[in-house]
Each structure stands twice: as C-alpha cells, then as structure tokens.
C-alpha cells in the first residue's frame, strides 16, 4: 500500500493538469497492482513480474494522457541491471 500511494502522489504532481482524480483499491488478493487510465488497464504487476521504476509508469501515463508532455529527469532511457 505505501508503494501505491507514493506511486499516486507522483502521478497527480506530474500530471496535475491532466489527470483528475487517482483512486486506490485495496485487493483482496495479496500482491496485486494494477493502473489503469480510463478503466483500461495498463500495468500488471503479475504479467510484469515485478514493480517498474516510477519513470516507467509516467513514461506509459504520460504516452496516453499528455503524449508531447516533457517529463524531464524521467524521460531518460530506464536501465535494467
């Protein structure tokens, strides 16, 4: 739960013109982590096998809410170790 809520706050501070509302909803399965944008899902934490680096998320957001949006430090290439 504290990943999802930092993960919101970060949306809503990026896209603070673009995105109006983030919603948070507990699972009753343990583990689970979706987004979504307009009730379509965009990330799953099952099939990604993982959490992604915040920049991955508002690189992905950013393609569908604000694609010519600049989002700085975060649009530089995402290293995988």
Known sequence: M???TYFA???LTTFDSEIKAV???PSET???F???VD???IFDRKQYGGFPEIKE???TIRDIVSPGKSLGHSD???HHS
């Open 23 to 25: 919603t948070l909803i």
């Open 2 to 4: 504290l990943r999802a």
């Open 30 to 32: 343990n583990g689970a």
């Open 34 to 36: 979706f987004v979504s």
């Open 39 to 41: 009730d379509k899902k």
């Open 57 to 59: 998320l508002k690189q």
């Open 9 to 11: 706050q970060e949306f």
């Open 76 to 78: 530089t290439p995402v």
